[in-house]
């Protein structure tokens, strides 16, 4: 028989709620230091944490971040809360999160991707148009998501863990669900941003149909004239060939 801590409870999930993303700032030239990268101009933050900042070291181990390959030691370990790396930088790319849980779990570790968003997202130009960039701003841009994790028929030991170690008020089987906390903004912004995004994108799209569409009525029309033309001087080209022919 299994050793207990590895024997894993049949039928049961358990759930934990995460919140993973970026936070980014754009320094102000006066703020930035000799030590400051002179081609930087933003300070921002990449983290993995537990809603309304609980922990989450009783069932993450380790978090492992992989930055864009511009970043020197662009593998970045955290292996204690908080699970965080903050840089500066001037661009934005895709970051490579990978949540390692503690052993007692028996998990594989899990990947995330999360996109560095540093900019604020300026709804008057949907489509960055970099010769007339958005005004330039120090406010803070969170970028950040949530999300539950699952843990499918975990094992006695983490089970326990769960049962007795960090937020306890939550239920360790069964949905957490803070998405339907109105208090929670994590998503509610986000996707209000991408509704929005997408919205203007539907919009723009339509717009580039519509004048499309014109475009092919009138070239449709031009074409039809074209090709009356030709009929006619093949008509009149026959006519003068028949007048040459009974010559
Ligand atoms: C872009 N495709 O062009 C992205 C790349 C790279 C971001 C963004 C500085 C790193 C360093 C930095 O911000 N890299 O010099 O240490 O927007």
Redesign the pocket.
Known sequence: MAPSGIKRVKGISAFRPIVYGTVARRVPPEERGPNF?P??THRWTVFVKGIHGRDISHFVKKVQFKL?E???NRIRNVEAPPFQVTET?????EIQIKVYFVPEAGEKPLTLFHFLKIRPYNPEMPIEDPANPPPETSEPVYSQQYDEIIFNEPTEAFLEILKTKGDVTLPSVGKANARADPAEPFNKETEEDEVNRINLAIKKVNEVLEEKRKLIVQKEQELAELRKKRLEKEEQEKGSKMEVDES
């Open positions: 990268p081609d930087h864009h511009t970043y020197a930088g001037w661009g934005e790319f």
